[in-house]
């Protein structure tokens, strides 16, 4: 008796792969963040901050699977995402791409035009400088920092409606941030990066200590620059204690990665890098000056 035929995937979940829904709600959180930690206590805002923004994340997401749809059945890791599988067609992949960014721009822009403007930004610099970049160069790592540091940004524009030091500062810490982060990822899956062409770790020696080294350098670096809020006086002394605390952790990650060169110790700070971010972000909003009190009132 022959086995039955693996039941397809559900439309809606292919379009949650092509779009990295996952990712995208990752991102949404940390411009959540920078929404609540400048202030902003506007629900409507919150939700087109919310929707708006998945779908130019997946816009950008869905634009890098297109691109890269050809390398994406070499690797491991990708061979099996809707494209190189034929779950979808690359028309519907277009439309898809161009009816999220429209209509995620859109929403941005009910929130006010800065806003529309950093996410056009953020999925162009992404997809049309990043995306080609990433066979050429390892400083496309670099270059990707720039709009992967956006989201908190623009939360905070989008409470804001105004550029200034505080965007600024959650802007720098997330972007020092990707710089760990993105070569742990890169560490983990070098050998299948290298299958596509792609070599983003620091060093043109790859997986070794002079990558190793960069990576803890900016884990180091990562400890003070976190404090920002806290040495401004924007924050309370949970921030200083907790952001310490998780510095040192994921600085302890980083050490470790360059003492044994191993993979398995790359994967545990990909993984902290995950859970890193999130958790010191929305220290920030919880200890910022008076943010309960102000939020309560909205609820009055």
Request: aromatic share 20%; net charge positive.
């Amino acid at each position: 008796m022959s086995e039955a035929t693996p039941k397809p995937p559900s439309i809606f979940k292919t379009y949650l792969v092509f779009t990295k829904f996952r990712l995208s709600f990752l991102v949404i959180l940390s411009a959540l963040s920078g929404y609540l930690f400048a202030g902003g206590q506007n629900w409507l805002e919150i939700t087109y901050l919310m929707i708006g923004g998945t779908l130019v994340t997946g816009a950008s997401n869905g634009s890098n699977q297109i691109w890269e749809r050809d390398l994406d059945q070499i690797m491991n890791r990708t061979n099996g995402r809707p494209l190189p599988t034929g779950q979808i067609q690359i028309k519907e992949a277009y439309i898809i791409v161009i009816l999220f960014l429209l209509i995620g721009t859109y929403l941005l822009y009910l929130i006010n035009l800065k806003s529309a403007l950093l996410g056009l930004l953020a999925f162009a610099s992404y997809v049309f400088i990043y995306t080609p970049l990433k066979q050429i160069t390892p400083w496309a790592v670099f270059v990707g920092a720039f709009p992967g540091a956006i989201p908190p940004f623009l939360g905070a524009i989008a409470a804001t409606d105004a550029f200034g030091f505080v965007p600024g500062i959650l802007f720098f810490v997330q972007f020092t941030w990707q710089f760990p982060h993105f070569w742990a990822i890169a560490w983990v899956l070098y050998d299948d990066y290298k299958k596509a062409g792609f070599s983003l770790l620091p060093s043109k020696h790859g997986k070794g200590k002079a990558s190793a080294f960069q990576i803890m350098a900016y884990s180091l670096a990562l400890i003070p620059f976190s404090l920002m809020p806290w040495i401004l006086g924007w924050t309370g002394y949970t921030t200083l204690i907790a952001a310490s605390i998780m510095g040192i952790w994921f600085f302890y990650l980083s050490y470790k990665l360059f003492y044994s060169c191993e993979t398995s110790d790359a994967r545990k700070l990909m993984f902290a890098s995950f859970v890193y971010l999130p958790i010191i972000q929305f220290i920030y909003v919880f200890d910022r000056t008076d943010y309960f009190i102000d939020f309560l009132k909205t609820l009055s």
